[in-house]
């Protein structure tokens, strides 16, 4: 059965702190993703990567940065966190190459709450 | 611009009724996929059908159909004898191009409700 695991489920942190969600697939995907989904925004790409060491920005990359050190785990990273990052983080995981029917698997959500 | 549009936020069905949620996309790629969500209140994400830019016929996968008019840049998803597990939030998602750097696009979804 295919995994996509997020390190937590709910986080709470204060405002200026540095903060960490990982994400692990164990299916051997090339392309790693990170969203966050608003209410009435649906899901905003943040990052994605389509390698070890490769990354490119979303729609929505300021505030976050992120890691792919190696290719099962991604980490999205909030230098700062602040008020307006509170929000639900969805990992993904998928295919690549010259194929583009394959679908993503996402990880449960972190449901982040920055006070 | 949004690459994916949907425009009903919420929409009502009777079960055993069938219904139609909408979905347009913006692209210049050739080739390119288009993919429907289901998330329940749960929160998972449940991948429910594909449809390749170069497919000629509508995807079907029991239930559910993708209606594909590639002129009109339309993907809509058709919910046949709706059930009261069908409710949730359904999102469409296009993936542009292909090769390794193929990014994949969410619409704001459509929070479909099944009445008795």
């Known amino acids: ?115 | 611009a949004q690459k994916i549009t949907q425009t009903q936020p919420g929409m009502f069905v009777q079960e055993k009724e069938a219904v139609t949620l909408d979905c347009t996309y913006d692209t210049s790629d050739q080739s390119y996929g288009l993919f429907w969500y289901k998330q329940p209140s749960s929160g998972e994400m449940i991948f429910l059908i594909y449809q390749g830019s170069y497919d000629e016929q509508n995807a079907t996968e029991g239930r559910y159909s993708l209606n594909f008019q590639k002129a009109r840049k339309s993907a809509n998803l058709v919910i046949s004898a709706s059930q009261l597990g069908d409710s949730a939030m359904y999102f469409c998602a296009m993936r542009e191009g292909s090769g390794t750097a193929s990014k994949l696009t969410f619409g704001t979804g459509t929070r479909l409700q099944v009445t008795l």
């Not at chain 1, 695991?5 to 204060?14: A, D, E, F, H």
């Not at chain 1, 995907?29 to 389509?50: A, K, V």
């Not at chain 1, 390698?51 to 990273?77: A, W």
Request: charged share 25%; with cysteine; glycine share 6%.
């Open chain 1, 1 to 115: 059965d295919v995994k996509v695991t997020q390190s937590s489920r709910y986080l709470v942190k204060r405002t200026g702190e540095k903060v960490f969600l990982e994400c692990v697939q164990d299916m051997d995907h090339e392309n790693m993703f990170w969203y966050r989904q608003d209410p009435g925004l649906g899901l905003r790409l943040i990052y994605f990567s389509y390698d070890v060491k490769m990354k490119e920005k979303g729609d929505i990359p300021e505030g976050y940065s992120v890691s792919r050190e190696k290719k099962e785990r991604f980490s999205l990273i909030l230098e700062s966190a602040s008020t307006n990052q509170t929000s639900m983080y969805l990992c993904a995981s998928s295919l690549a190459g010259e194929i583009v029917n394959t679908e993503a698997f996402f990880g449960q959500g972190t449901r982040l709450t920055v006070v």
